[in-house]
């Protein structure tokens, strides 16, 4: 498929190939066709539609797909991002034409898209680069005493907003929203930079970009997606203080998507109380603000954990 294309372009014809799926049968149902490609030197995009354990109600464990992008990093030039604004998808596609087909690199891209009905925001100035890079700030909460950072990708990312304004209104704590459009390249980019001080100990160190990012914001920080909690995990070494991720861990079920992350532990409400208990952890906050949240939206901390339900 993209062989063949990325032949095409070789040749001068204007053929870009583009695979759309469900995520949950990309690299889990055609994973050595992916390697294969990769082998290959293809070029192309990979879309994963309905994306995410949670985005597609009703649909079951067959369809939820809470790994694809872990799949994704084990192959070396295969660039994957999970954007949740249009913006920050025209972003990606823009630069994914002018590598595979104006500077001829030989990668291609696997791009996540949801299938969810809600608002996209304008283009906010100056984040194209770190768009691409992995991510960039959306969100600054107001002044306070202590503050937490959130972030936030792809289909989660609008809950890390949400969760960010009941911080403030309900509990008096700002915070700070990063949207995270690809812990994976984060992730590359670290090892790049650390690879580049083992060969050289006495350069200059290059500083990864998530710690560009992160190193003068106040933590804690709460990582958050619609994958694995080992997919926001990527970064952990990088992220300058106390770290706490969720993720989609488990079998999917068939429900609404609220009643999914809520099962999950990636609503609003449950980004909150890891907040709150990061913060109490660290003696920021009372260890009753913990109770408190989860009695104020009606949380039941002895239900099963999700990732062994």
């Not at 990325?6 to 469900?22: L, Q």
């Not at 949950?24 to 066709?33: E, H, K, V, Y």
């Not at 600054?140 to 936030?152: N, P, Q, W, Y």
């Not at 690879?195 to 003068?216: E, F, I, N, S, T």
């Amino acid at each position: 498929w993209m062989a063949a294309g990325s032949a095409y372009a070789n040749h001068g014809i204007n053929m870009i190939p583009f695979y759309i799926y469900y995520s949950m049968f990309g690299f889990q149902r055609i994973g050595d066709f992916a390697w294969a490609a990769g082998d290959l030197q293809a070029r192309g995009f990979l879309v994963g539609a309905t994306a995410g354990r949670t985005t597609l109600a009703g649909e079951g464990l067959q369809h939820q797909d809470g790994h694809s992008h872990l799949l994704a990093s084990t192959i070396p030039n295969c660039v994957a991002y999970d954007p949740c604004f249009a913006y920050e998808l025209a972003v990606i596609m823009q630069e994914g034409l002018r590598r595979m087909y104006v500077e001829q690199e030989d990668v291609f891209y696997y791009v996540t898209c949801m299938n969810e009905n809600y608002a996209h925001p304008a283009i906010p100035p100056g984040v194209e680069e770190g768009i691409l890079k992995g991510m960039y700030l959306l969100h600054i909460g107001g002044r306070g005493k202590v503050r937490a950072t959130l972030l936030g990708s792809g289909a989660i990312l609008r809950e890390a907003l949400a969760a960010a304004a009941l911080l403030e209104q309900e509990f008096g704590v700002p915070a700070d929203v990063y949207s995270v459009t690809s812990f994976s390249e984060l992730r590359r980019d670290a090892l790049d930079c650390e690879r580049a001080r083992m060969l050289d100990p006495g350069a200059a160190a290059r500083v990864p970009y998530v710690r560009q990012c992160l190193g003068d914001r106040e933590g804690p920080f709460v990582g958050v997606s619609d994958y694995m909690r080992v997919v926001a995990d990527q970064v952990r070494q990088w992220v300058p203080g106390r770290y706490l991720t969720l993720g989609t861990d488990g079998y999917g079920r068939s429900d609404a998507r609220a009643e999914l992350r809520a099962h999950f532990e990636v609503d609003r409400h449950w980004i909150c109380v890891a907040a709150l208990s990061a913060l109490a952890a660290e003696g920021k906050v009372d260890a009753a603000s913990v109770q408190l949240a989860l009695r104020k939206f009606g949380l039941d901390p002895s239900k099963p954990n999700p990732a062994n339900a």
